[in-house]
């Protein structure tokens, strides 16, 4: 795809958000106009960001992730696989910029929990939970059975840990999915299914990879007791000045850096013993990996400038007016949730690569457009129901248990491919955007309306969603498939 067009591309998804936060934030919001200024200067940013990102990730992490699966699988050596994954998975997770503040907001929510056990038991769980994964389509083992075992697993872990570290434990899986990390585990998939011949066409990798966390911080809190709730997680401290300094930038940079640096350094070490690419393609490569990195320093650089506090901003607003106005404005902050969640999953880099691989697994048979409209609509009510758990502070179980019990009984009546893009999704929606624009809005709705309860769950709800909603289009897709030939043979 041309620069121009992909340039074009990204802003009309990034428009949207921007159109929605300039309106709210000259009518509900009241935001001072240099702040509005910043949130314009931020969206330029996130645009030209995204664009040269999911360049490099096309030229670089995705050509390397898939030669990489094909080279296992071709070795024929299953315990070099298990182990290449498992230690992919633990480099890569642990290095997340994503999962050390997310270990931090544990850390600060929870007295007696300890940072460094939340990322190790992360890592852990990504990097067993990849293993079995990449064990699972080279054994034969149906995805459909394998989703089904873990998450019956997870809710039944459910009902042992302690009901406060439940959220925690669910948002894990989705602080997880980082930027670099879902396109080369989603890669790393296609390159196996490739050489295998598989007919899931290599989705359900990052779903079963997103199991592991789930799974490794309910057994944490179920060892240790999860700790004491110490009030209002890390996330809903202070408000950040909009705009960035140098401090800013040297830490946005620093995030790109530790994320890069892991994946490139098993780049290479996979090249020298297994890859074998020719000079030529892994400097081209190495090209894409540079202007992946670039592109999410500007990406990031450009969330931080204006995204979060915006998010924020508009959340408490919208919660002021909830909490004075009555029925009436539930019903219409979360009408503006709904639209929210909607326009901000369309922008998140791994949706685009999600959709990409999609459409060319597929053959053109599933459009790109057609998953972005379900995954909106998913996060749309995702960031709904989060907006009006944020006000009413009603328990996250009642959202999580009928979701997944949903999502699992549609499995059986969903086409194999997308059960694996369905779990696939669900990681992928629960993003750097989405948690820096629908994490602060929701804490905003709950200060608005004089709550200071945890604020873990909001992820995991937008993880959730996509799960039903894909198999959902995979059921209607099938259902009009059939009755076409039914009419045809008629």
């Keep these: 795809m041309e620069i121009s067009e992909k340039l074009k591309e990204t802003a009309l998804s990034v428009a949207p958000i921007s159109t929605a936060v300039l309106a709210l934030g000259l009518t509900v919001a009241r935001m001072p106009l240099a702040f509005m200024a910043w949130f314009l200067a931020g969206s330029a940013l996130v645009v030209a960001g995204l664009t040269v990102f999911l360049m490099g990730v096309e030229l670089g992490v995705s050509r390397i992730g898939e ?40 850390a600060q929510g929870f007295a007696g929990v300890g940072k460094a056990g939340i990322v190790a038991s992360i890592a852990a ?20 059975v394998a989703l089904g075992v873990g998450y019956a697993a997870i809710l039944g872990m459910m009902a042992l840990a302690p009901q406060p570290f439940v959220g925690v434990a669910f948002d894990a899986g989705g602080a997880t999915t980082g930027p670099l990390t879902v396109p080369f585990i989603m890669a790393l998939g296609l390159g196996v299914s490739t050489v295998r011949g598989g007919r899931d066409g290599g989705f359900g990798l990052t ?9 490794a911080m309910l057994a ?29 930038l040297a830490g946005v940079a620093k995030e790109v850096l530790v994320s890069t640096i892991p994946l490139c350094a098993i780049a290479v070490v996979l090249q020298l013993f297994l890859l074998r690419m020719t000079r030529r393609q892994f400097a081209r490569a190495m090209v894409g990996f540079a202007l992946a990195a670039v592109g999410l320093f500007v990406f990031l650089s450009g969330v931080h400038c204006g995204f979060m506090d915006a998010g924020r901003a508009v959340g408490r607003a919208l919660g002021e007016r909830m909490q004075v106005g009555g029925a009436p404005w539930c019903a219409a902050s979360s009408l503006a949730a709904f639209f929210l969640g909607a326009v901000v999953v369309c922008a998140e880099p791994a949706v685009w690569i999600l959709g990409e691989q999609v459409e060319r697994v597929s053959g053109g048979m599933i459009g790109r457009k057609a998953l972005l409209v379900f995954l909106a609509a998913a996060t749309a009510i995702a960031v709904a129901a989060a907006c009006l758990r944020s006000a009413f ?23 194999g491919i997308f059960t694996g893009m369905a779990f696939d999704s669900g990681g992928v929606a629960s993003g750097p955007l989405t948690t820096a624009f629908v994490l602060p809005f ?10 200071t309860g945890d604020t873990f ?12 909603a894909i198999q959902a289009m995979g059921i209607a897709m099938e259902a009009r498939r059939r009755g076409a030939s039914g009419g045809k043979g008629k």
């Design 67 to 106: 030669r990489c699966g094909a080279a296992l699988t071709e070795r024929r050596s299953l315990w070099l696989m298990v182990v290449a994954a498992l230690l992919i998975g633990v480099t890569v997770t642990a290095a997340e910029p994503d999962i050390q503040v997310f270990a931090d907001q544990v």
């Design 125 to 144: 769980g990504v990097g067993l939970f990849l293993a079995c994964g990449i064990l699972r389509m080279v054994v034969g083992v149906r995805l459909k």
């Design 207 to 215: 779903g079963i990879a997103s199991v592991g966390p789930v799974a």
């Design 220 to 248: 944490y809190a179920v060892i240790t007791g999860g700790g004491t709730a110490a009030g209002a997680s890390g996330a809903a401290d202070g408000a950040h000045a909009a705009g960035l300094d140098l401090a800013a």
């Design 393 to 415: 502070g009603f328990p996250l179980w009642c959202l999580l248990v009928p979701g997944y019990l949903l999502a699992l009984a549609m499995m059986p009546f969903t086409p």
């Design 442 to 451: 929701t804490v905003g709705v709950a200060e608005g309306c004089g709550r």
């Design 457 to 468: 769950g909001v992820i995991a709800l937008v993880a959730m969603m996509p799960l039903v």
